[in-house]
């Protein structure tokens, strides 16, 4: 019978170092399960081991500063962290402002060893590191761009069009709605505006890309051409010339700008833009 008593108190002692063991173990650091940028390269939606938040009394979201976000030296950019506090999720939202190669990943991690915590205040360790799922996606034209100034090119500019500022949106759905205000125009108002879709491919030939645009408004159209986004600084250059219903010849990219109609229009056609969006 004492054999009997002595087992179970053997095996209840041993259920209960278990369970203290448990306890004792339980409360681990947050951890960053994965990160993943989007198709666009507009955010990396973020994913935590468990609920976290910027303080250790459990309170108060995440926030730019509560993270580090790095990429390779030739991508330059902003972010901005949206999180609610105790979710285990967050949004790091990206402004891209420089060109891309397609093959930079971003590198995320806590801003130091007090920026990110779990619900019992145990802080995610400065060594957690994560990298994005996926590189960077090379756009090419996708964005927002305004062209104003010296930038408007001297056919546009000149008495014929007589084009003061263009503001040009090619949508990531491969539409495009662009904005055309006249020299005689000084409200926020444009006097012409042009929608459609486009088709873009990036030829052999440096940076250069070829670009086709199915106008849809004000009137049906299709204009094809080149362009390249040049840097230092980042500068949208743009040619396309008319091709439907005229006897225009585009420029090519084994040409290069300047070379609308064979070249008889020299760079008078090269419009240029910069990034807004």
């Avoid at 503001?167 to 929608?195: C, G, H, M, R, W």
Wanted: with cysteine; net charge negative.
């Amino acid at each position: 019978m004492k054999k009997k008593v002595y087992l179970f108190l053997s095996i209840a002692f041993a259920a209960v170092l278990g369970l203290s063991s448990c306890s004792k173990d339980e409360n681990t650091a947050p951890t960053i399960k994965s990160a993943v940028l989007s198709a666009d390269n507009k955010t990396i939606a973020v994913t935590f081991s468990e609920a976290v938040y910027s303080q250790a009394d459990v309170t108060g979201a995440l926030e730019a500063t509560s993270l580090s976000v790095t990429a390779p030296a030739a991508i330059t950019f902003t972010y901005t962290v949206t999180h609610t506090a105790g979710s285990t999720t967050a949004t790091i939202n990206l402004v891209i402002t420089s060109v891309i190669q397609g093959t930079e990943t971003f590198t995320i991690k806590p801003a130091s060893a007090t920026a990110v915590y779990d619900n019992e205040g145990k802080a995610m360790a400065s060594t957690e590191t994560i990298e994005s799922n996926a590189a960077v996606q090379d756009l090419g034209i996708m964005g927002s761009w305004v062209s104003e100034g010296d930038n408007v090119s001297t056919l546009f500019a000149g008495s014929y069009f007589n084009i003061r500022k263009v503001e040009a949106n090619f949508k990531t759905d491969y539409t495009y709605l662009v904005n055309q205000y006249n020299i005689s125009n000084t409200t926020t108002t444009p006097d012409l505006i042009f929608t459609g879709t486009y088709v873009i491919a990036k030829s052999t030939f440096g940076n250069i890309w070829t670009i086709t645009c199915n106008q849809e408004n004000p009137y049906t159209a299709v204009a094809s051409g080149i362009f390249e986004i040049k840097t230092n600084p980042e500068v949208l250059w743009y040619e396309v010339v008319q091709t439907s219903g005229t006897q225009n010849v585009p420029p090519t990219p084994a040409l290069g700008f300047g070379s609308s109609n064979g070249g008889t229009l020299l760079d008078w056609n090269v419009q240029k833009y910069v990034r807004v969006q």
